[in-house]
């Protein structure tokens, strides 16, 4: 079993750019799928991007792409978030997650089977 640990929340302008962090420990990273997801106050848990197990693919959701990149370095079982031009929409608690199934399906919530505890973004305007 795999544990994951967000770090690199923070409080940010509109404008700005912060790096999360999802440090794994238990099992290599490279046996997941991972990815990113967030949830607003009052509002479900939503996807924002995932990377397959070798980084060869990725997917994004319409309200983050061309200013999220969602990446993974192995070798230092660590997957990365950045995060540029960040609106007031943006703030929420962001999880990463972990996929052990073969299978990609990226996107979908139900399909990961590991979470961390979160890390809370908040932008200001």
């Known amino acids: 079993q795999v544990q994951l640990v967000e770090s690199g929340g923070g409080l940010v302008q509109a404008g700005g750019s912060l790096r999360l962090s999802c440090a794994a420990s238990g099992r290599s990273l490279s046996n997941y799928h991972m990815g990113w997801f967030r949830q607003a106050p009052g509002k479900e848990r939503e996807f924002v991007a995932a990377i397959s197990r070798s980084g060869g693919r990725t997917a994004y959701a319409d309200s983050v792409k061309g200013r999220f990149t969602i990446s993974r370095d192995n070798a230092k079982n660590t997957m990365y978030l950045q995060m540029n031009n960040l609106k007031p929409e943006d703030m929420a608690v962001y999880y990463c997650?972990?996929?052990?199934?073969?299978?990609?399906?990226?996107?979908?919530?139900?399909?990961?089977?590991?979470w961390g505890q979160g890390t809370q973004v908040t932008v200001s305007s």
């Open positions: 997650a972990a996929d052990r199934n073969l299978g990609w399906t990226g996107v979908v919530r139900d399909e990961y089977d590991y």
